[in-house]
């Protein structure tokens, strides 16, 4: 079952969360770009899916994995 949460963190959440960080954070800290609005609004609703997974799974589990 841990392999399986690790899976999905690995290629679902990740993925929705990273593009959100980049251009939230480290675009604008590190390079001095400003923040693709666009890309986070996308992004943001592919992570909103992602969360309803994970809600679901917690209505019945107590946690992720075990």
């Known amino acids: 079952m841990v392999d399986l949460c690790t899976e999905v963190e690995t290629h679902q ?3 929705a969360l990273s593009p959100i960080m ?5 675009n604008p ?5 400003p ?5 986070v609004d996308e992004t943001v609703e592919k992570l ?3 969360l309803e ?3 679901a799974h ?3 589990n107590t946690y992720l994995a075990g």
């Open 53 to 55: 997974v994970y809600e």
């Open 13 to 15: 959440f990740n993925p």
């Open 58 to 60: 917690l209505s019945e």
């Open 35 to 39: 923040t693709n609005q666009k890309i």
């Open 48 to 50: 909103k899916k992602v």
């Open 29 to 33: 800290a590190l390079h001095g770009i």
């Open 22 to 26: 980049f251009q939230c954070i480290i």
